[in-house]
């Protein structure tokens, strides 16, 4: 064993992975040291919080500590015969400690600036301060003010360079056609790891973690400042949009006259305590109803959604109802907190650690228990660290679910199982509740559960039987819910992510592209019923909850409330890229962000083969309106002002 250890610490792969270990624990150690300058931000701060922040922090400190050393993990990994030698190795000592040197010069920064901003700096503080001409007296007076954070830069600097790990001079006598083969398998093998680690995992349903990801640590948004660290915040936000002030109105005053997210509710009664279930279905658009296609194929389609249309007909729900965005990771932020997707998903954004509002932090106002349930893996896809951004008490994954057996293989529990399990854990809150569950099964590569294989009939598109079977699961749950105590004291919502795989020609437009059902649905209740010919949004789902509930206090929301009917203009927008569109009466207008591009009215040419640009008044209402969304979107997000609480404290 000593003389294994005596040859592997000689080797330049030990030497990195040693120094690497040493970066991170001067990463941890940067992190202590934010907290100590800024820890009058964290009164409130426990210590076992304090160790659980810090904790997550460790992925964050990887990914970053990859990326600065991709040069020396290229350096110590080429299978050169001169990489122990001392010219070799004190070339890689100076890049070593130049780059990550550069990198703890912006964990410096931020511990400073934080003060300022309660957040660390993105890629965008670049743009920022491009047209300062002072920045160099500025950087000598904060020399000045903040000795003290430059003092402990230029020790950490000194530790560097004192600390880094060499391996010896000794060179490798291995034979050249047994050192060069087993040298390039070892570096290979070395990458892989290293390209795991930057991206925060192994599996498939990881995606490369983002500045969202440390929401799912903190109680409340500054604390991300103390799991992020500032050069991951900068690598992840390199080439991101940087969202700006569009200026389509000169004040906010004249803004607010055409728009303002700001709600001031007006309750016309007492608070009702329903539970509220709101159920975001994968892939679920409108194509796949029946109920909703009754002239299509000649008027024989049946759909793919039975369950579905029957409930359809037992609630309110819309002819006219539009998702925000095309991908899973835009609901959320729309269904929960009525925020649209604009140009670029919210938790891929460098503003994703903005404070928000929800219905669940709404309702946990009112002494509601929130839960957010998704049968994935924990953390896929950045749901957990939403919902505990948006306020939800707890989540129940894949984890808490505890039956790995029912994983369907690639991305989830089946809906089947987790839907009953979700019904099953609401039967154990106490009342009232507010939760939300995102399903899984209708996705990519389309199977179901072997029990199941020929039994959903296949429709045009391998996912017309997925969702079929999650149809049915619907059924299920709905079964199961209907014999619990909690169920006809439930104010039920329905809708869907996104649309997927259309088949037919009429699903081809930029208008149906969107199409998602929403359905509002209370047992027993007869005047929450019908078929509403009003244009519905994601965003919308909040207001309307709210207002049903006849909730008294101020909120922020891109939507309305579509559910009695609401003075606010009746348009939805989403984001086609590289257009925005807004849908108001029967036209749809798409806007490049300086002007009109197109104007379709829907009801003569639904399949918009016809411009009307510039023949019609009523164009330029809609260029107001979404004028109006775009630049209170943009500016909200940049000054932090997405709830009531950030509102007045940000504005400038």
């Not at 592997?8 to 030990?14: A, E």
């Not at 279905?281 to 959604?305: P, R, V």
């Not at 807004?582 to 104007?599: A, C, H």
Request: glycine letters at 6%; hydrophobic letters at 40%; a neutral charge.
């Amino acid at each position: 064993m000593k003389q294994l250890y005596k040859w592997l610490k000689n080797q330049p792969i030990f030497a990195l992975v040693v120094n690497l270990l040493i970066m991170m624990v001067v990463f941890m150690v940067c992190r202590l040291f934010f907290f100590a300058v800024n820890h009058n931000f964290f009164t409130d701060m426990t210590v076992s919080h304090f160790v659980d922040l810090c904790l997550g922090g460790i992925q964050f400190d990887r990914t970053a500590v990859i990326y600065t050393n991709v040069v020396v993990i290229l350096l110590m990994l080429l299978p050169l015969r001169n990489r122990n030698s001392a010219k070799y190795q004190k070339a890689v000592k100076w890049v070593f400690v130049i780059f990550n040197g550069l990198a703890l010069s912006l964990n410096m920064y931020d511990t400073g600036f934080f003060a300022f901003t309660n957040r660390r700096s993105t890629f965008s503080i670049f743009s920022e301060f491009k047209n300062e001409n002072n920045l160099g007296g500025i950087f000598l007076k904060s020399m000045v003010d903040y000795w003290y954070i430059f003092l402990f830069f230029f020790f950490l600097l000194f530790v560097l360079w004192k600390v880094f790990y060499r391996p010896s001079e000794k060179k490798d006598t291995t034979r050249a056609i047994i050192y060069y083969p087993i040298q390039t398998l070892v570096a290979a093998a070395v990458v892989g790891l290293v390209i795991a680690g930057a991206r925060g995992g192994f599996t498939r349903d990881v995606r490369p973690i983002t500045l969202s990801n440390a929401n799912q640590y903190v109680n409340k948004s500054t604390e991300a400042g103390i799991v992020l660290n500032t050069p991951f915040c900068m690598y992840r936000t390199l080439n991101k949009k940087v969202y700006k002030n569009p200026n389509y109105f000169a004040t906010e005053e004249e803004l607010d006259k055409v728009f303002t997210p700001v709600v001031h509710p007006q309750p016309k009664g007492e608070f009702k305590n329903l539970n509220v279930v709101v159920l975001i279905l994968e892939s679920f658009g409108k194509e796949h109803s029946g109920f909703f296609n009754q002239d299509l194929e000649g008027g024989k389609y049946k759909g793919f959604t039975p369950f579905l249309d029957s409930l359809y007909q037992q609630g309110y729900t819309f002819r006219h109802s539009y998702a925000t965005g095309r991908v899973s990771i835009d609901a959320m932020p729309s269904v929960l907190s009525s925020i649209p997707m604009f140009e670029q998903p919210f938790i891929l954004t460098p503003y994703s650690n903005n404070s928000v509002n929800s219905i669940a932090s709404e309702l946990n106002k009112k002494g509601y228990y929130t839960a957010f349930f998704h049968g994935a893996p924990n953390g896929s896809m950045g749901f957990q660290a939403y919902a505990k951004l948006a306020g939800f008490k707890d989540y129940y994954g894949m984890t808490e679910y505890g039956h790995d057996e029912d994983f369907d293989g690639n991305w989830a529990i089946w809906d089947e199982e987790f839907l009953q399990y979700y019904a099953n854990t609401m039967a154990t809150f106490k009342e009232p509740f507010m939760t939300a569950v995102f399903t899984a099964s209708s996705h990519h590569p389309f199977n179901v559960p072997e029990r199941y294989v020929g039994k959903f009939p296949e429709g045009g598109s391998p996912l017309c039987k997925c969702v079929a079977y999650s149809d049915n699961a619907l059924r299920r749950f709905f079964a199961t819910a209907s014999k619990m105590p909690w169920y006809k004291n439930t104010l039920f919502v329905v809708t869907a992510d996104h649309t997927n795989q259309q088949v037919h020609e009429e699903y081809f437009t930029d208008e149906k592209l969107y199409s998602v059902p929403i359905l509002f649905y209370q047992p027993g209740n007869d005047s929450l019923k019908g078929m509403s010919n009003e244009l519905a949004s994601q965003t919308d789902i909040m207001p309307s909850i709210l207002n049903f509930l006849n909730y008294d206090q101020p909120y922020l929301a891109f939507g309305r409330n579509v559910l009695t009917g609401s003075d606010s203009a009746k348009y939805v927008v989403n984001y086609n890229s590289p257009l925005y569109q807004i849908l108001q009466g029967e036209y749809l207008m798409q806007w490049d962000g300086e002007q009109t591009v197109s104007l379709y009215n829907l009801r003569t040419d639904p399949k918009m083969q016809k411009n009307l640009k510039g023949t019609l008044p009523i164009q330029q209402e809609m260029e107001q309106n979404i004028k109006a969304q775009i630049q209170q979107y943009m500016v909200r997000m940049v000054q932090d002002r997405l709830n009531i609480q950030t509102d007045q404290t940000n504005k400038r």
